[in-house]
């Protein structure tokens, strides 16, 4: 691979994108405002004036757009125009079905296609401690290692093609039922008298810790975490369209939901 495209410069695809030049490769970058490429004059970044035109000049473009619908418009621009044997890598967070939709066109094209949504959020993109969930071909996984190691401290392939997506899903879904649970422990522990600070020390030295607990014990209310709260539901929802009715993921959602409408409340 000699060039590589990033789309997608928010709050953790810029930082991903700067690891990336930073470890010395040769990067490209397109975004919609030129605002977006503006921290990125003190590197050795070149800037393409179009999807179309990045595209054509890369052999590899990660994609870290918001959404559904931005990944299928950005890879379908990509797919126009890359040159077969290049490859995509889509570290949105969106709909396994879509990354399998568009692995099948890509083939067709001769190109190859990764799922690899991370988690971690913008600092530990920044510090190259981010965790990347892998889908797709594992020969292909092996060529793109390089690249995620330059921003990632964990890297897991978890099978075929849109597995990374499902799994990522599957984990936000389960933390946010753990948020639940804290809440309810943290609020049945305030009604029988305990100090909220000292059971959270407590909680952080004995067998009920978690990384959700000590999220949820450092909110005064459950609609402090409103952002993220609305990123989990999304989460939530695109699970349920991945599994259906499924029994397990009817009881995980329910807890979920408890904690995230309490979040997202007026």
């Known amino acids: 691979m000699g060039k590589f495209g990033?789309?997608?410069?928010?709050?953790?695809?810029?930082?991903?994108?700067?690891?990336?030049?930073?470890?010395?490769?040769?990067?490209?970058?397109?975004?919609?405002?030129?605002?977006?490429?503006?921290?990125?004059?003190?590197?050795?970044?070149?800037?393409?004036?179009?999807?179309?035109?990045?595209?054509?000049?890369?052999?590899?473009?990660a994609v870290c757009v918001v959404d559904d619908a931005g990944v299928e418009d950005i890879c379908g621009q990509l797919l126009g125009a890359m040159r077969a044997g290049a490859c995509i890598v889509v570290h949105s967070?969106?709909?396994?079905?879509?990354?399998?939709?568009?692995?099948?066109?890509?083939?067709?094209?001769?190109?190859?296609?990764?799922?690899?949504?991370?988690?971690?959020?913008?600092?530990?993109?920044?510090?190259?401690?981010?965790t990347v969930?892998?889908?797709?071909?594992?020969?292909?996984?092996?060529?793109?290692?390089?690249?995620?190691?330059?921003?990632?401290?964990t890297i897991v392939h978890l099978g075929d093609i849109g597995a990374g997506q499902t799994a990522k899903l599957v984990n936000n879904t389960l933390m946010a039922a753990n948020?639940?649970?804290?809440?309810?422990?943290?609020?049945?522990?305030?009604?029988?008298?305990?100090?909220?600070?000292?059971?959270?020390?407590?909680?952080?030295?004995?067998?009920?810790?978690?990384?959700?607990?000590?999220?949820?014990?450092?909110?005064?209310a459950p609609t402090d975490f409103r952002h993220g709260a609305q990123l989990l539901a999304k989460d939530v929802r695109l699970l349920g369209e991945a599994v259906g009715g499924d029994e397990h993921y009817r009881h995980l959602s329910e807890t979920a939901n408890r904690f995230l409408d309490a979040a997202l409340q007026a």
């Open 133 to 153: 969930m892998v889908g797709g071909d594992p020969a292909v996984a092996q060529r793109a290692q390089a690249v995620f190691e330059t921003f990632a401290g």
């Open 179 to 220: 948020l639940a649970v804290a809440h309810h422990a943290l609020e049945t522990a305030g009604r029988l008298g305990i100090d909220a600070d000292a059971f959270a020390r407590l909680v952080g030295a004995s067998s009920g810790h978690s990384f959700s607990f000590d999220v949820r014990a450092r909110m005064s």
């Open 6 to 61: 990033f789309i997608g410069l928010g709050s953790q695809g810029a930082p991903m994108a700067r690891r990336m030049l930073d470890a010395g490769l040769d990067v490209v970058l397109w975004a919609r405002r030129a605002q977006t490429l503006a921290s990125f004059s003190d590197t050795a970044a070149t800037v393409a004036d179009s999807v179309e035109a990045l595209a054509r000049e890369v052999d590899y473009c």
């Open 93 to 130: 967070t969106v709909n396994p079905a879509l990354c399998q939709s568009l692995a099948e066109r890509a083939a067709e094209r001769g190109i190859d296609l990764l799922d690899a949504p991370v988690s971690g959020g913008g600092p530990a993109a920044a510090e190259g401690r981010l």
